[in-house]
């Protein structure tokens, strides 16, 4: 069972950091021409829609993971729970991940930084949905024998 874990959290290493080295990237490739400016007209159609469909990520991101582990039976085998519950993290993660990274292109597009504070947003909550044993005892409501097998 510990595999498991382990494996979620091998994945969610590697999404914060695909987030954080693509970010890197784009403020290198862009740092000569890179500006700062929340106008809409100044970067429109990308401003306001990436921010919106970034922050529209990070509420179908919760809202998702939520319904997910609701659906998860109690009575059913640890291991299946855990499968459960690795498919409503990787979902809820995919969504936070999909609208940081839309926001860096359009950073990317526009070098306007104004982009990266919405990324910057969905790797904060990227980085705090790291699953932890303690987590997934919460979220699964494991007891006694269940949450020493994890």
């Known amino acids: 069972m510990n595999s498991k874990l382990k494996t ?19 403020i290198i490739i862009n740092k000569n021409m ?10 429109a159609p990308l401003n306001p829609s990436f ?11 919760i809202f998702l993971k939520k319904q997910l582990l609701s659906k ?8 299946a729970k855990l499968g459960q519950y690795q ?4 979902v809820a993660s995919a969504f936070l991940d999909g609208g940081a990274l839309l926001n860096i292109v359009g950073f990317f597009i ?3 930084a104004f982009f990266l504070i919405f990324a910057g947003i969905s790797l904060f909550f990227l980085i ?14 494991l007891q006694y024998p269940e949450s020493e097998a994890l």
Request: hydrophobic share 50%; proline share 4%; glycine share 4%.
């Open 72 to 79: 998860i039976n109690p009575a059913h085998s640890l291991d």
């Open 128 to 141: 705090r949905s790291r699953p932890t044993k303690d987590k997934v005892i919460s979220d699964l409501q």
């Open 8 to 26: 979620l959290q091998i994945i969610h290493l590697a999404l914060c950091a695909g987030i954080f080295l693509f970010a890197i990237v784009t």
């Open 87 to 90: 498919a409503a993290f990787i």
């Open 51 to 61: 921010p919106i469909i970034g922050m529209a990520t990070l509420g179908a991101s």
């Open 110 to 112: 526009t070098t306007n």
């Open 34 to 43: 890179m500006v700062f400016d929340a106008k809409l007209e100044n970067t």
